[in-house]
């Protein structure tokens, strides 16, 4: 493992980035739970890429959900319908992954669902680079389903238990402590303890960022 600066960490991320060699488009996965730190890390090794001159796709497991009528066959709390019920893959692999990997046409869409309004989109569709950088975050990532689909894979790792006290600072304008902490607890937490034991994800991650101390990450890289 290693420890330094947020920078340095981002430096080795893109590095890492710029050692894929494919013939399209470099699929970035950021994988890890809830509040562990997923978007931001993804966010700012974006603004790195650009920076050296690569022409970034930034999109999120977030526009890819069911509509809210579809999402919750189980209940709002459960963590089966969490982990099952929630996210569109083949709508996210028929628009944005199938298209930016092998023998993909490049044209892509990067969105398929306005969660503010719980409607479904169909934007424009537009066409990238052959050397393209699409980063992608969100939850269950490496699960059977998507896990051929990255170039790189990155897990971001922090305990759950941190990631309850961060969704209460983050979320405390939208919703109630209580509210928060169920859940957390009910459907957050358990549907990412079942993803770890089916799918153990990190054994697939060829970057793991430990994200207990943003500003200070530990991270181990696995790739050759």
Not at 160 to 187: F, P
Request: net charge neutral; charged share 25%.
């Amino acid at each position: 493992m290693d420890r330094g600066t947020r920078g340095e960490l981002l430096g080795r991320v893109a590095e890492a980035v710029g050692s894929v060699t494919v013939a399209h488009p470099t699929r970035v996965a950021v994988d890890g739970p809830p509040a562990a730190g997923k978007t931001t890390l993804a966010d700012e090794l974006a603004v790195v890429l650009r920076a050296q001159g690569r022409d970034v796709i930034r999109a999120t497991i977030d526009d890819f959900l069911f509509p809210r009528a579809q999402r919750y066959p189980r209940g709002e709390y459960s963590a089966e319908g969490c982990y099952f019920d929630t996210h569109d893959h083949q709508a996210l692999n028929r628009v944005l992954l199938d298209p930016l990997g092998p023998g993909g046409n490049r044209r892509f869409q990067p969105t398929v669902y306005d969660h503010s309004t719980d409607t479904l989109l169909s934007p424009p569709v537009a066409t990238a680079p052959a050397d393209a950088v699409l980063v992608f975050d969100g939850v269950f990532l490496l699960r059977p389903e998507l896990i051929d689909r990255w170039d790189l894979r990155v897990f971001v790792s922090t305990s759950l238990e941190k990631t309850v006290d961060r969704a209460m600072i983050r979320e405390r304008r939208v919703s109630s402590q209580a509210n928060i902490e169920r859940r957390w607890r009910e459907r957050y937490i358990p549907a990412q303890q079942f993803y770890f034991a089916t799918v153990h994800p990190t054994r697939y991650a060829d970057i793991v960022v430990h994200n207990d101390k943003p500003q200070l990450p530990v991270w181990e890289f696995r790739t050759p």
